[in-house]
């Protein structure tokens, strides 16, 4: 799946303290940008490893050339299902699957991207390298996330689906909440 375009956002930081005597890290609401880069990424389920490629554009040819390289480390006789959203980068791809028939893509539904696992690492690489960071340059965006990629598949695992038991006050607001 890909990643919408990523700013490399400069951000002036420091650390202040607040009245009550803590020091917490303050980032100021002035920044400067410095160019956008878009990744493409693809979560394994089965092993939760995660692989990504940087782009400084996100047409179609970016989008195969990525899958090429997904692709060719499989045996051509391995099935392999790709789960995508609704981009039109992700479309019009037959002459693409034309050539390899052993990959299947399945689209999610229309404002159902979160069926698709690889949304819920893009929430992981957002709060953790992400959000409140500065980035000088796009090279510096470009190796946070090849740095975070790498670190996350040294301990990746799959994504364990749960069903959440809802009680009291919860139940009432779901409840509450599927009848407004």
């Not at 493409?40 to 970016?62: N, P, S, Y």
């Not at 090279?139 to 990629?149: H, S």
């Amino acid at each position: 799946d890909e990643k919408p375009t990523i700013q490399a956002i400069e951000r002036p930081t420091g650390y202040v303290k607040t009245s009550s005597g803590k020091v917490v890290r303050g980032l100021k609401s002035t920044y400067k940008r410095h160019g956008t880069v878009n990744l493409f990424a693809a979560l394994e389920v089965a092993t939760g490893i995660i692989r990504g490629k940087t782009t400084q554009t996100k047409k179609r040819e970016d989008f195969q050339d990525f899958m090429e390289e997904i692709v060719r480390d499989y045996p051509a006789d391995q099935e392999i299902h790709v789960i995508l959203d609704n981009l039109s980068t992700h479309k019009k791809n037959e002459d693409w699957l034309s050539r390899h028939p052993n990959v299947t893509f399945h689209f999610t539904p229309t404002s159902a991207s979160w069926l698709n696992q690889v949304e819920i690492w893009f929430g992981i690489l957002s709060r953790k390298a992400l959000t409140g960071a500065s980035f000088p340059s796009k090279e510096n965006l470009i190796k946070a996330l090849e740095d975070f990629m790498s670190a996350y598949n040294q301990n990746a695992a799959p994504f364990v689906w749960r069903k959440r038991e809802v009680k009291g006050a919860q139940l009432r607001n779901t409840i509450s909440n599927l009848c407004n």
